[in-house]
């Protein structure tokens, strides 16, 4: 197959949320000689960007954009050990969980889900995490970026926990909270870096912290 | 002479035993897994196949489960009147339970709620005639998380007299909750003779329970506090998104539920109850007034039914985050659909934006909602035959019933007499009034209520033996001491 075909079909299989093509496809790239990263910007960039133009035009939802998601995830797998310098196409590194106490995974997954497929390397600890899983991992893996999702009254006391845990373990990592209880003005007062009360909006605010 | 009650229904009875059928063959199969450990040994004992902490429950001991748990379950107000009979078709309601939230009516946006919006929570709640039990329906900001749960059933006993619905957010909550609610009934035994409250009790969807919500469901069992299946199938996330298949997942979910339970604990009462929800895939929320959402709680509630269990459902609350059309519309399509379905227990008035936030205003607006539901479902009342055709000869002259004695003797049953803020007035009369709107009339209507102080203060003693408990918890957590004053 052409290169040209090839990042068309790339591009499609992104959009019809087809893990197995994508993957195909993906490794037939390799095996042409075409270089990982052109497969990746002129292939699944482009596609997953359109998933993200169609959902802003409310033509996509959820199920689409995360299935367009696992599909660039399923092609990334096979590119990224053929990339140069292994993990330089990532964002940025993230710690994500829901905090001790609290059984809530499902918006703290699919913040996870996002913002893996917008480009972040994401480590998801589950949910139920002790702060001192938080501190340790972002440590093992020098995060930019560490995620706490709560969604009960109870154990949205964890997040500043996590805040004054990281300060006091020295580490860089900034942290964005996030859960049904949580508030912009509660992420403030424990001195937490970003918030967001969706998903979609959540990449925006982790690409902000990133980048500042 | 029976009276038509108005009836929806979602399911055959041939659909609803497929439904069972399926889930039956999924607990075999597919199994549930269990995190707490009392659980997996009462459920090895009992000789479910357990493979590590999945249980594999046969179709024999499902039935022989229901067959232990109670078809009916009465619950007394704290005087030990009966105020909630859950069973057959009858139909109550209570406020939607555990909000994050309060809306508050001045600035009309949510704000992290009191000890002081809890009491008062309960005081409207006690002046709603159409709404016969009460709940924990806020977690108060202003106590130590540690208390959460059991700050809220202390409010709930000082300030109100309906029985409550309530739950635990930490395993060693229980105790105390269950300490509290005996004290005002006079002893254990006597509590479980006259239940006063109801532990939610949610399985984590799919197909699994929690060390936490699964203990509840044991210490209800042992102490024969009536449990409340939460089971909440969210279709397109933790649930196939038909509504068909969240209605199996509904009753496999609650059957390993009943099977615990009964083992835990034979004839202890259970509710067959649920807030299920189809995904929102826009927002990846979880709409409670979504007519998927609707449909599905009527099929529960067929089940539950069929399968002799009091039901439950979270119906009668809206998405919206004020008081809205959009309020107003699923507040009333859920009631309706709720009662018409016969559902026991509806939980819901009072609440917005996906079970998050807790209104006053809304919960007195709800009252109205309840009442048209419940109104709708005593249906058309059997006069005699022939008696139209009388009354027409007697009034045809004077052209007018209004002073006929008939009229007298029946308006006051047959009409559902609204309250203050349902508008039949004039036109001109709402423009004399400032031109209200349902956030004002409401206001009004809750001020009018507060007004009044606590409608129903607790026999001094029984007051004092409460705040001891609850000083002895403070000190067992290293509390100072009370962190509110719980008669604000
Ligand atoms: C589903 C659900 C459950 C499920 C959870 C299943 C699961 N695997 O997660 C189950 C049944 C297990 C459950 C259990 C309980 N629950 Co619950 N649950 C809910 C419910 C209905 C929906 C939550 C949800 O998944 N929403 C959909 C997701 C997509 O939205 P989300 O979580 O808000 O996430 C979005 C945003 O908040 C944001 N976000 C989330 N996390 C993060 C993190 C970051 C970093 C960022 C930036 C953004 C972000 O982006 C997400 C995607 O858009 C909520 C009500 C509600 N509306 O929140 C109650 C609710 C949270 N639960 C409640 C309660 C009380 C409980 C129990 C204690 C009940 C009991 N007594 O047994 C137990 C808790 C056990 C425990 N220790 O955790 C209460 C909380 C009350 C309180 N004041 O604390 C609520 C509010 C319901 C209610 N009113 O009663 N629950």
């Known amino acids: 197959m052409a290169h040209e075909e090839l990042l068309a079909g790339l591009r499609q299989a992104v959009l019809d949320c087809d893990e197995p093509r994508a993957a195909r496809l993906a490794r037939e790239a390799l095996d042409t000689g075409m270089p990982a990263l052109r497969a990746i910007d002129g292939g699944l960039v482009p596609g997953i960007q359109e998933a993200g133009r169609l959902w802003d035009e409310g033509e996509f939802f959820l199920p689409e954009l995360v299935g367009a998601a696992g599909a660039m995830k399923a092609a990334m797998a096979v590119l990224q050990p053929a990339l140069a310098g292994g993990g330089s196409r990532e964002l940025g590194r993230i710690v994500i969980g829901t905090v001790q106490g609290d059984i809530h995974d499902i918006g703290k997954s699919l913040v996870a889900t996002l913002l893996a497929a917008n480009g972040f390397a994401v480590s998801d600890e589950g949910a139920d995490v002790p702060v001192e899983r938080f501190v340790t991992r972002a440590r093992e893996l020098d995060a930019d970026l560490v995620c706490a999702s709560a969604l009960l009254t109870t154990t949205m006391v964890q997040q500043r926990t996590l805040v004054e845990a990281l300060r006091a373990a020295g580490l860089r990592a900034r942290v964005m909270v996030g859960g049904a209880p949580v508030t912009p003005a509660w992420a403030a007062q424990i001195g937490a870096a970003g918030f967001a009360d969706n998903a979609v909006a959540a990449v925006a605010v982790a690409r902000g912290l990133v980048r500042s | ?488």
């Open chain 2, 1 to 488: 002479m029976s009276v038509l009650r108005p009836r929806v229904s979602v399911l055959t009875r041939e659909q609803i035993e497929a439904v069972v059928a399926d889930a039956v063959r999924t607990l075999e199969t597919v199994g549930f897994f269990v995190e707490n450990g009392p659980a997996l040994e009462l459920l090895g004992a009992a000789g479910v196949r357990l493979d590590g902490q999945r249980a594999h429950p046969s179709e024999g001991q499902l039935r022989h489960a229901l067959a232990t748990a109670p078809p009916r379950i009465v619950v007394y107000d704290r005087d030990g009147t009966p105020a909630l009979d859950l069973g057959g078709d009858a139909v109550h309601f209570d406020p939607g339970s555990a909000a994050l939230h309060v809306l508050d009516p001045v600035t009309r946006r949510r704000r992290s709620p009191t000890t002081r919006d809890l009491a008062h929570l309960a005081w409207v709640t006690e002046g709603c005639r159409h709404i016969a039990g009460g709940s924990t329906a806020l977690v108060p900001s202003d106590v130590p998380e540690a208390l959460g749960d059991r700050w809220r059933v202390l409010l709930a006993l000082l300030h109100g007299r309906k029985p409550m619905a309530t739950g635990t957010f930490q395993k060693d909550g229980f105790a105390v909750m269950h300490r509290l609610l005996a004290a005002v009934r006079g002893g254990d035994e006597a509590l479980r003779h006259k239940p006063l409250a109801i532990f939610d009790c949610c399985p984590t969807p799919p197909l699994k329970w929690s060390d936490l919500t699964c203990q509840a469901l044991l210490d209800c069992a042992r102490t024969g506090v009536p449990a409340e299946l939460v089971s909440m199938p969210l279709g397109g996330i933790t649930s196939p998104v038909t509504v068909r298949e969240m209605i199996v997942l509904h009753c496999a979910e609650s059957l390993s539920g009943v099977l615990i339970h009964q083992l835990a604990g034979p004839g202890s009462p259970i509710i067959w109850g649920g807030s299920p929800a189809s995904v929102d895939m826009r927002h990846g929320t979880t709409p409670m007034g979504a007519v998927e959402t609707m449909l599905v709680d009527v099929g529960n509630a067929q089940v539950g039914k069929h399968l002799g269990v009091p039901t439950h459902a979270y119906m009668g609350m809206s998405d919206a985050k004020g008081l809205d059309f959009q309020c107003g519309l699923e507040s009333g399509v859920g009631a309706l659909l709720g009662a018409l379905a016969g559902v026991n227990l509806i939980a819901g008035p009072g609440m917005l934006d996906f079970e998050t936030t807790q209104s006053l205003e809304k919960l007195v607006l709800d009252n109205e909602v309840c009442g048209m539901a419940l109104r709708a479902v005593q249906g058309v009342s059997e006069t005699s035959a022939g008696e139209a055709v009388d009354l027409l000869r007697q009034v045809v002259e004077v052209g007018s019933f209004l002073a006929h004695p008939h009229t007298r003797a029946h308006f006051r049953q047959e009409l559902l007499i609204p309250g203050r803020t349902i508008d039949r007035g004039s036109y001109g009369d709402w423009e004399a009034a400032g031109g209200p709107d349902a956030w004002a009339s409401a206001h009004a209507e809750v001020q009018r209520i507060l007004a009044r102080g606590n409608p129903a203060p607790l026999d001094e003693s029984l007051q004092a033996e409460l705040l001891a408990i609850m000083t002895a918890e403070c000190a067992r957590l290293g509390l100072p001491g009370l962190p509110a004053d719980p008669l604000p």
